[in-house]
């Protein structure tokens, strides 16, 4: 079994890493493993988009990443060593992701000891990972990763949605917010992201300020451009309105269908 490392910056590589993704099943084919996904994040100054990838017997095993180079103190005279790297799951989740034959134990732990031998060899130092909670892709990550729980993530299944929202008893005060910006002369629109990045990527800028948020929330102009580029009409805006003016968007993104 060989082990590659695609990145997303360099076209041949990238179009290696867009075919392996392309050939799971849907229900593992999320946007977040995609080199599209992770290339916004490069060009945004985030680390460089990478993936690894093995494959054996059927077998396949994708582990997206980005890489981000780490300064070290030097003592007086010590000459320059060589780089030392820093890995982190790209904005939203990450870890690995196999196909269904890519399950078995023994091709886990051939590809678990050919990661470790590249990581020595790269010079990685460490690595933070943020497991994909719907995949539960924790199930197959390196055997010596401490696996703990951060936070609690509730999805919202769209089958049952809108239906769900004035049904169930838990979105009472969100039925209360709609009927109120309803009467108030709100409007929810789809709109497409070609030219419209320019106001959004400032109105979310804004939104950060008001939070008062972290680095790790906030991101450019060459961000949401990128995205808009690369996931075509797989990203679109949803838009709220009053009297034409613009309240509030969300940037969408859709998955595999």
């Given amino acids: 079994m060989e082990l590659k490392v695609f990145r997303a910056s360099v076209a041949d590589e990238r179009r290696e890493w867009q075919t ?3 050939g799971l099943s849907p229900d593992r084919r999320d946007v977040y493993f995609s080199p599209r996904y992770l290339h916004a994040l490069e060009v945004d100054g985030k680390g ?3 993936c690894a990838a093995a494959s054996s017997q059927g ?3 994708l582990y997206p990443f980005l890489r981000l180079p780490i300064s070290l103190p030097m003592r007086p005279g010590q000459k320059p060593g060589r ?3 820093d890995l982190q799951t ?3 989740y990450g870890g690995p992701m196999v196909n269904e034959a890519g399950e078995d134990a023994a ?3 051939e590809t678990a000891a050919a990661w470790s031998a590249w990581c020595a060899d790269s010079g990685i130092v460490g690595e933070l990972v943020s497991f994909h909670p719907l995949l539960e892709n924790h199930r197959w990550a390196h055997p010596l990763v401490k696996v703990e729980l951060n936070r609690q993530t509730i999805p919202i299944m769209l089958d049952k949605y809108p239906s769900m929202v004035w049904d169930n008893s838990y979105f009472r005060r969100h039925r209360q917010m709609v009927r109120k910006a309803e009467r108030e002369g709100c409007t929810f629109e789809r709109m497409a992201t070609n030219g419209q990045m320019v106001w959004f990527a400032a109105m979310y800028s804004d939104t ?3 939070l008062q948020a972290g680095e790790a929330t906030r991101f450019g102009q060459s961000y949401f451009d990128r995205l808009a580029s690369e996931l075509g009409d797989r990203g679109w805006l949803g838009v709220v309105r009053r009297a034409g003016e613009i309240l509030a968007a969300v940037f ?3 998955g595999s269908t």
Avoid: H
């Fill in 20 to 22: 392996l993704w392309d």
């Fill in 48 to 50: 460089e988009a990478c």
């Fill in 59 to 61: 077998r396949l095993w």
């Fill in 83 to 85: 780089p030392r790297f």
């Fill in 90 to 92: 790209p904005y939203g």
């Fill in 107 to 109: 091709f886990l732990a």
């Fill in 208 to 210: 950060q300020d008001r």
């Fill in 252 to 254: 969408v993104i859709e």
